[in-house]
């Protein structure tokens, strides 16, 4: 059941009017929250909808009974990176393995398939991804390394854990969660009409930038990605200018939506990007992009292997190991990790250059601004390998692209263009919001007109499940 259809929005609307209808008892509105979300989760898949909470419930129990075991962390981390990783990296491990050894068959997806299928007797065996299983894993971590770490102080029973679990509007795509943010909103037992307006703004504005804006640029630069081969260079480094906005667009447009299907909710939940194409350095891109990521993968990988209190090179390597790992967690494909390398690269070299006080723009005119394309178009080349099936074919398109290779042009790249400002639009209001005020007044007025468009555009959408959808 995808946000973008309108069988979501009918179970939402019941849901929101069942929950704010059942009286204050914010127990009761945290029970029905927990069933809307199995509910909600069952959509998609009965069997995966079993195994997650037989998951949630292996996690419960070793938190609650082994806690204070000196081995309760270990434990706890391996049982849910084993569980990723046998749905994400299983495929992708044994090609690995195909490549070093020389088993071809290791490779091949089908033959695997039919294998494990007589071995256990299923007709048809193929291991998916199930839904928002990096996300959950990460918050299964998160709450038992901060609960044994003491900074959950509170005795977490089942219904909390639950709730924070299964919590719906951020199953499909995040923002990644922490306890401690939603544990305090567990007693809010009323709504606001702040709540209710700005609730419905951030779902109009998350299905305004994923269902218009992002298909639009997606149904331009899909072309290139399928047949890289027959287009020029210009037209290769138009579409990963593109992609990079598409990526912007269709992942702060799902925050959107998660945030306010919250806020309606009464949670607040934390904002995942804020203007990150205006960033004025590597390390401050990652200070604005994918910002519940970024800082997950800080406090659980960056600082237990030493963050920055270690030697000087250690720390670099620090930077890599973590970055080159959430680089794994988008995919499991050697173009996500290398694209993790890179950017744990890139990071690493502007710490080392900014301790020594390097400059490698010199103090002429319009410096900043020169500063400024250097960092971004450094970031936007490496989306290619977001987009790129291997290695490879990323090589084979940064040839093209600096070899001016001619090829087809890309088609209606004015779309794009008019996405590009729109994005342009959402950067600034988010960088400076006492600029865009004055709309604050009038949001109730334009939200219906909004609203319209809006179902015009779900109408014609199918609400199928998307690419976005089966990555995490």
């Known amino acids: 059941m995808s946000f973008l259809s ?14 704010w209808n059942i009286g204050e008892n914010p127990k009761r509105k945290q029970i029905l929250l927990v069933f809307a979300s199995i509910v909600f989760y069952s959509f998609f898949s009965i069997p995966f909808l079993i195994h997650f909470l037989v998951f949630l419930g292996l996690n419960y129990f070793l938190l609650s009974r082994y806690l204070e075991k000196n081995y309760f962390l270990k434990l706890a981390v391996s049982i849910n990176l084993l569980n990723l990783f046998f749905f994400k990296y ?10 070093l050894t020389g088993f071809g068959i290791l490779a091949e997806k089908n033959s695997i398939d039919l294998f494990l299928g007589e071995l256990i007797k299923v ?8 839904l928002g299983i990096s996300y959950y894993t990460f918050q299964f971590i998160s709450i038992a390394v901060d609960k044994k770490q003491g900074k959950i102080e509170e005795e977490i ?53 994923k269902a218009v804006l992002s298909e639009s640029v997606l149904s331009i630069v899909a072309p290139v990605f399928g047949e890289p081969e027959k287009f020029s260079g ?16 269709e992942f702060s447009g799902f925050t959107d939506l998660a945030r306010g299907f919250g806020r309606l909710l009464g949670y ?27 800082s997950w993968i800080r406090d659980y990988i960056y600082i237990p292997l030493g963050g920055s209190k270690v030697p000087e090179w250690r720390n670099y390597f620090n930077f890599i190991l973590t970055f080159t790992l959430g680089g794994l967690w988008h995919g499991a494909t050697l173009n996500y990790i290398l694209w993790g390398f890179i950017n744990g690269s890139y990071i690493s070299i502007e710490k080392f250059l900014e301790i020594r ?20 178009n450094l970031f936007i080349i490496t989306w290619i390998l977001f987009f790129t099936k291997d290695i490879r074919t990323s090589v084979m398109m940064l040839g093209k692209i600096f070899t001016f290779s001619k090829g087809a042009e890309l088609a209606y790249a004015e779309t794009g263009v008019y996405a590009t400002f729109f994005a342009a639009l959402f950067h600034l209001q988010q960088e400076y919001p006492e600029r865009f005020e004055f709309i604050q007044p009038y949001k109730k007025f334009i939200i219906p007109f909004f609203a319209l468009l809006i179902l015009l555009v779900l109408i014609n959408n199918s609400g199928n499940m998307d690419a976005f959808y089966g990555r995490y």
């Open 357 to 376: 006080k390097i400059r490698l723009i010199p103090n002429i005119p319009f410096r900043g601004l020169i500063h400024y394309l250097f960092v971004l």
């Open 123 to 130: 007709k048809d065996f193929e291991i998916a991804l199930p």
């Open 157 to 209: 029973n089942l219904l909390d854990f639950s709730t924070y679990i299964l919590f719906f509007p951020v199953i499909p795509s995040g923002p990644i969660l922490r306890f401690n943010e939603l544990k305090s909103q567990f007693e809010k037992t009323r709504i606001t009409e702040n709540d209710l307006v700005d609730g419905v703004w951030l779902i109009l504005r998350g299905l305004f930038k």
């Open 268 to 294: 607040e939940l934390p904002e995942n990007f804020k203007s990150p194409l205006l960033m004025k350095g590597f390390g401050d891109f990652w200070r604005r992009w994918h910002l519940t990521f970024a």
């Open 234 to 249: 210009a037209a290769i480094i138009l579409t990963t200018y593109f992609f990079g906005i598409y990526l912007f667009l």
């Open 90 to 99: 299983f495929y992708f491990f044994l090609s690995i393995i195909s490549d």
């Open 6 to 19: 309108l069988k979501f929005f009918v179970f939402f609307l019941l849901m929101f009017y069942v929950y």
